[in-house]
């Protein structure tokens, strides 16, 4: 029997809360509620969960800066959810480490998709890799079995979205991917409105992997067209 994924559902409003869970349990998940941020990592040091959604207006804790105290030690993906549509805010949340945004009120059905659609990434990330190798272009090296990032022999933190990004970059040193084959490779689905999702990522990628991310030596954009991992 497949076991279930286990997710941690963060929001101060308790009735969302618990229709968030009821949905997710619908969709054959396991579910457990947290209605601040304390309370979120409370209960991460005491279980394991594949994905967290979690509001960002919260007291005590709000959900940005549980998410950076959670990135500190975990990998886990991260939905945000929030009331703010624009994109300012979902670029910070992006770029403060979530893996996905959602604005209420949302679709209950585009919740579940993209749920699954985190842990199906999550899952293939943690999966092991079959005849698995290390792939380096001058100091930086990507262990596609170990999901091991290094540069200069210090090891980089990535999330499983980043590592997917950089993991294709790397498989492929020197080709260039435009934003519509990085999204549609990396998030299984269509690019429609993808363009500041990817542009976010590739810049968390460099932040972390270039020593001057304004000079890059391995990330490279090619305007007009796309982003590269320069072959050495």
Do not use: C
Not at 103 to 127: D, H, M, W
Not at 129 to 157: F, H, Q, R
Not at 199 to 228: D, F, M, Q, S, T
């Amino acid at each position: 029997m497949e076991q279930k994924h286990h997710v941690l559902v963060v929001d101060d409003d308790r009735e969302i809360a618990s229709a968030i869970g009821i949905y997710l349990k619908q969709a054959d998940l396991s579910v457990m509620l947290a209605y601040d941020g304390l309370e979120a990592l409370e209960i991460l040091e005491n279980a394991d969960f594949q994905l967290i959604i979690m509001d960002i207006m919260m007291p005590k804790l709000d959900g940005i800066q549980a998410m950076l105290k959670i990135r500190e030690e975990r990998n886990i993906p991260i939905i945000l959810l929030s009331a703010k549509s624009e994109d300012t805010d979902k670029i910070l949340g992006l770029t403060m480490g979530a893996d996905d945004y959602i604005t209420k009120p949302f679709n209950p059905l585009e919740l579940i998709a993209r749920v699954k659609s985190q842990l199906r990434r999550y899952t293939t990330f943690g999966a092991a890799v079959p005849n698995s190798t290390t792939i380096t272009t001058a100091s930086l090296s990507l262990d596609t079995e170990l999901k091991l990032v290094t540069v200069d022999g210090e090891e980089i933190k990535l999330t499983p979205i980043e590592f997917k990004i950089l993991r294709l970059l790397m498989q492929n040193l020197g080709r260039i991917f435009s934003i519509d084959e990085i999204y549609e490779r990396v998030w299984d689905e269509l690019n429609i409105n993808g363009q500041n999702t990817v542009a976010v990522h590739v810049r968390r990628i460099r932040e972390k992997i270039e020593i001057n991310p304004k000079e890059p030596k391995y990330l490279k954009v090619v305007w007009g067209i796309g982003y590269k991992i320069e072959k050495y």
